[in-house]
């Protein structure tokens, strides 16, 4: 990937909007907003699912989801991909025959901002899962870490937002934020396969907690490491062990955790050197864990 890394458009007007009100004090305040609206997302003929979305790259973002949820396959020939914004349905169609009424009564709810939408046999496709050894330098996520953290989002903006960056080595590559981590995470994996965008040697940072469907749903796409601002849950924890990817949670300063795949970390940073976070510094985390 040679091109400049795609980032957050803060001032795209279709993403916030401002809203009048009044602060603890009595005065009036204006403030930024995020939109969150309806998108349905079609399989060919078959509706799948109905996400609430911020709006932006909606393409990737329903080629992300069917590919996350095993229903667009690595083989498959995405023959077009047809957004309706008036409506508010994109239809992904391949040539392959695709039927998925059984598995769509099976979803279930997950415990993600703006309600997460999984589906029945959660972990079906990770067995036998083997995911790259590709080593991964401290001094990478110090660096990462801080530039994420910097760089103009919608967060900054109006926050209410999560965040999901896809990165090699200590470079950015696709920074994408929606209501739900899931949607973000989704758009990068649609942003991948509709590019052709080896996992092999990448880092997926997100600024949501490290929840089972985080997990999985990195290691199905072949990445091998997954990082984050906020903490983890036991389950998530549970999975990364299981198929062999490493997550770094907390990581706050100078400050991480690793609690699966240490063995891929190369402790290369002079921590000295890097500033520290005080307990209650949440800057780019409050709305996020």
């Known amino acids: 990937m040679d091109h400049d890394p795609i980032l957050p458009n803060p001032s795209d007007p279709r ?21 969150e609206r309806p998108l349905t997302i079609y399989l060919n003929s078959q509706e799948i699912v109905t996400a609430m979305t911020i709006g932006d790259y909606p393409e990737y973002l329903a080629l992300g989801f069917l590919r996350n949820q095993g229903m667009l396959r690595d083989d498959d020939v995405v023959t077009g991909i047809d957004y309706e914004e008036d409506i508010e349905t994109v ?46 330098r401290t001094s990478w996520l110090y660096s990462l870490a801080k530039e994420i953290n910097t760089t ?95 997550v770094i949670g907390r990581m706050r300063g100078q400050r991480f955790v690793c609690l699966s795949g240490e063995e891929r970390l190369i402790r290369d940073a002079d921590v000295s050197a890097v500033g520290d ?8 985390g409050a709305d996020h864990d």
């Open 277 to 284: 976070e005080g307990r209650k510094h949440r800057r780019k």
């Open 91 to 136: 239809v992904v169609r391949t040539t392959r025959q695709t039927s998925y009424e059984e598995k769509v009564k099976k979803k279930t709810r997950t415990s993600g901002c703006a309600v997460g939408t999984v589906f029945g046999d959660m972990m079906e496709g990770l067995e036998g899962l083997t995911l790259p050894a590709t080593p991964v």
């Open 152 to 246: 103009p989002s919608l967060y900054l903006e109006a926050g209410a937002i999560h965040g999901t960056v896809l990165c090699c080595g200590d470079k950015p590559l696709v920074y994408m934020e929606d209501v739900g981590r899931h949607n973000a995470v989704d758009k990068i994996s649609g942003y991948m396969f509709q590019h052709g965008v080896s996992p092999d040697d990448k880092i997926l940072y997100t600024t949501g907690r490290l929840t089972s469907e985080m997990v999985i749903k990195t290691a199905m796409m072949g990445i091998p490491v997954l990082a984050s601002r906020s903490g983890f849950t036991a389950w998530g924890v549970e999975i990364a062990r299981q198929v062999g990817l490493t």
């Open 15 to 35: 993403l916030t909007r401002r809203v009048t009100g009044h602060d603890h004090t009595g005065a009036e305040v204006d403030v930024s907003v995020v939109e």
